[in-house]
């Protein structure tokens, strides 16, 4: 079913794309999968990274431990973090790092806890009552990053093909739960096996591809620099999907391609210049 879903958008114009990570997302994919086959169990932070280290005697993790700021060198320029402060058990804690300190608190908290340690948008500190080490305006300051658009559509599909739903029925599940035991069947794999971004030139009208580029135009004109970045570059995407390209091929096309992203780039770049 794999290959005949990647074959018919192929006839619908939408490119394979073998390597969605490349920075070139448009095309059908196939799911990356952190399942590892000699056992069937889906790969966490906890098989992947905790497990295999749990012996390593520099290793300590604390669970149900809330960081609440980051502490600096006093007077340091840069700033240099030399620990964390923490809440456990209704206590404040403060560890002390002797090299570095890593910050990976997901997208929405990481900001937060550099605005809680001072790094961030003056306004916030006023309305908190944060000592302020570094100001950055809105528009570089540590916002959080954006989520994304993700629309399901279900389709009923021949009844041939036995897909996940057949499940529902117990004896179909028990079937499945047995080949679990030897690695096979659906239950051993990702339920969404593949995937595919869409060129906008497949489904959109011309109209509503001028409009959108209107919006993101707009949209770029008070977005901070890497979001304007972004922006540029999806204008670029939406309204000239050749200048994406997933396929290996000759240098010669290949630096006709890189000279047409560049000149739409720069088209583009000029058009936000006019509107700003
Ligand atoms: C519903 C959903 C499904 C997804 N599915 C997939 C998928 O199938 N494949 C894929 O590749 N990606 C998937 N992603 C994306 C993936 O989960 C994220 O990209 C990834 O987890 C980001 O890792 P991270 O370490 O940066 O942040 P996170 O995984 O968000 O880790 C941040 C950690 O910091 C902790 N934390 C936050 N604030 C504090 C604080 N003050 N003190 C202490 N700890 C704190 C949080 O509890 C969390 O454990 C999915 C995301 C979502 C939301």
Redesign the pocket.
């Known amino acids: 079913m794999q290959s005949t879903f990647l074959k018919t958008l192929e006839k619908l114009g939408v490119p394979r794309n073998p390597d969605p990570d490349n920075g070139h997302n448009l095309g059908g994919s196939t799911?990356?999968l952190?399942v590892d086959p000699r056992k069937a169990i889906r790969s966490s932070?906890a098989s992947a990274y905790y497990q295999p280290n749990a012996h390593r005697q520099n290793l300590a993790i604390l669970t149900n431990?809330?960081?609440?700021k980051l502490n600096f060198e006093p007077g340091s320029n840069p700033l240099q973090a030399i620990g964390v402060e923490?809440l456990h058990d209704g206590k404040t804690y403060l560890s002390k790092a002797r090299r570095e300190v890593i910050l990976?608190?997901?997208?929405f908290?990481?900001p937060?806890?550099l605005e809680l340690s001072g790094i961030g948008n003056k306004k916030i500190f006023e309305r908190h009552g944060i000592k302020a080490l570094v100001y950055m305006s809105t528009h570089n300051g540590p916002t959080p990053t954006e989520d994304h658009v993700k629309i399901f559509s279900i389709y009923e599909i021949d009844p041939n093909y036995e897909t996940v739903d057949d499940a529902l029925d117990p004896e179909v599940l028990a079937r499945q739960k047995e080949l679990y035991e030897t690695q096979q069947g659906y239950l051993s794999s990702?339920l969404?096996s593949l995937f595919a971004f869409i060129p906008a030139r497949t489904f959109a009208f011309e109209q509503q591809l001028s409009e959108w580029k209107e919006k993101a135009l707009a949209a770029a004109q008070d977005a901070p620099p890497g979001l304007r970045k972004q922006l540029i570059l999806q204008i670029e995407w939406f309204l000239n999907p050749e200048a994406v390209e997933h396929q290996e091929k000759p240098p010669e096309q290949k630096s006709a391609q890189l000279a047409l992203r560049r000149e739409n780039t720069r088209n583009i770049t000029n058009d936000l210049t006019k509107t700003v």
């Open positions: 799911t990356y952190s932070s431990a809330r960081v609440a923490f990976s608190a997901g997208s908290q990481t937060q806890i990702a969404v």
